[in-house]
């Protein structure tokens, strides 16, 4: 079948294409090529989605899927604009942060959204929630039933820059001291990771094969932190200490939750995230999603970080020197 891949040069985007090209596809990526490179050996059209011609050139064919990965409304809203009439099928990559409430767990597809981005431009990450409402909404009234809409939840694997699902398995595998101590939140919450290899096999074949249709929360290997850190630790074959501190004990410590630099990925502490990682994930498992266990998950992003050569933490965490000062804070 024939995909035209709006995207295609980021993490994701890749991991799309090169599914679908295994899959026997021919396909297609359109993006600027700032990102990154495009898989080799696809179609590449540079185009730019804020330019008005930028879907000129393969808008004059037809497509039996096109796949698009934005969080700008502006350009899910042309691109509806220019294809929806030469595409059968539209995939769309959103996000769990369309939902208005992250405080309870077990929530489903049907539950409140936040009110939809009115402009063309997200100005922040702190609308990147509203923005994904306005490109859902733009596709949905465009493609109706026609499209099938993804709300990813974290997404992992090989290649995540982040560090959210590398650092754990690299940690465990690094401890920062002779003891071997490694330190983890003490914090029951869900946590939930899908492979990213999992969610581009997932889309694509929802627009080929097994052609689904509507809006799925699409998240995996729902679990507490607990039972996360205990997969990553016996990936890592770590046998040290455990030094266990609770959210208190992190927040007089400035300790960052969930992301980025000094923090403890997974780890949140604000109750009205505690829901984020911890949604039904039913709708999207009776449409034939199949998500591989998350211990292969974590070993194969623990590869990919001992790949690269160079010592960790990549993208989150806590360096060695912070967390040595950290646990001696602890004695
Ligand atoms: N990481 C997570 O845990 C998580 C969770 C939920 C949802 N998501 C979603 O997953 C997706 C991630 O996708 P990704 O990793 O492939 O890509 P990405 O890093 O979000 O990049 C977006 C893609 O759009 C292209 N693009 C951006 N501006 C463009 C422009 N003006 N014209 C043409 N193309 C443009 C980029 O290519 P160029 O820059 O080369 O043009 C790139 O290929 C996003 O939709 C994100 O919201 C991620």
Same mark, same amino acid.
């Given at each position: 079948m024939r995909i035209l891949l709006l995207g295609g040069t980021g993490w994701l985007g890749r991991a799309i294409a090169r599914s679908a090209a295994a899959a026997g596809h021919d396909v297609t990526c359109l993006a600027r090529g700032v990102s990154g490179r495009a898989v080799d050996g696809l179609r590449f059209v540079r185009a730019d !989605?804020?330019?008005?011609?930028?879907?000129a050139s393969v808008a004059g064919d037809r497509w039996d899927a096109v796949i698009d990965v934005s969080r700008q409304p502006g350009q899910v809203r042309s691109a509806v604009a220019a294809l929806a009439d030469v595409t059968e099928r539209w995939a769309f990559v959103s996000t769990?942060?369309?939902?208005?409430?992250? !405080?309870?767990?077990?929530?489903?597809?049907d539950a409140p959204l936040l009110e939809p981005l009115e402009g063309d431009v997200m100005a922040s990450m702190e609308e990147y929630g509203a923005a994904k409402v306005a490109c859902e909404r733009a596709v949905l009234d465009g493609l109706g039933a026609r499209a099938v809409i993804a709300r990813a939840g974290l997404i992992g694997g090989p290649g995540d820059e982040s560090g959210r699902s590398g650092y754990w398995p690299w940690r465990f595998a690094h401890p920062s001291n002779r003891a071997g101590a490694v330190l983890v939140p003490e914090a029951s919450l869900p946590t939930s990771l899908i492979d990213v290899r999992d969610l581009a096999g997932w889309l694509v074949g929802a627009v080929t094969d097994t052609p689904v249709s509507g809006v799925y929360?699409?998240?995996?290997?729902?679990?507490?932190l607990a039972e996360h850190l205990a997969v990553a630790r016996a990936v890592a074959g770590h046998a040290g200490p455990v030094e266990a501190v609770s959210d208190a004990w992190l927040n007089e410590r400035e300790v960052a939750e969930w992301m980025g630099p000094r923090s403890l990925p997974l780890?949140?502490?604000?109750l009205d995230w505690h829901g984020f990682a911890g949604r039904r994930g039913e709708r999207i498992l009776a449409r034939g999603f199949r998500p591989r266990p998350l211990a292969e998950t974590l070993a194969d992003t623990l590869a990919w970080e001992e790949a690269r050569g160079v010592p960790g933490p990549h993208g989150a965490g806590l360096t060695d020197a912070e967390e040595r000062s950290l646990l001696g804070a602890l004695r």
């Open positions: !989605r804020d330019e008005p011609d930028a879907y769990g942060n369309v939902y208005a409430s992250h !405080r309870r767990t077990g929530d489903d597809e929360d699409a998240i995996a290997n729902r679990m507490g780890w949140l502490s604000d």
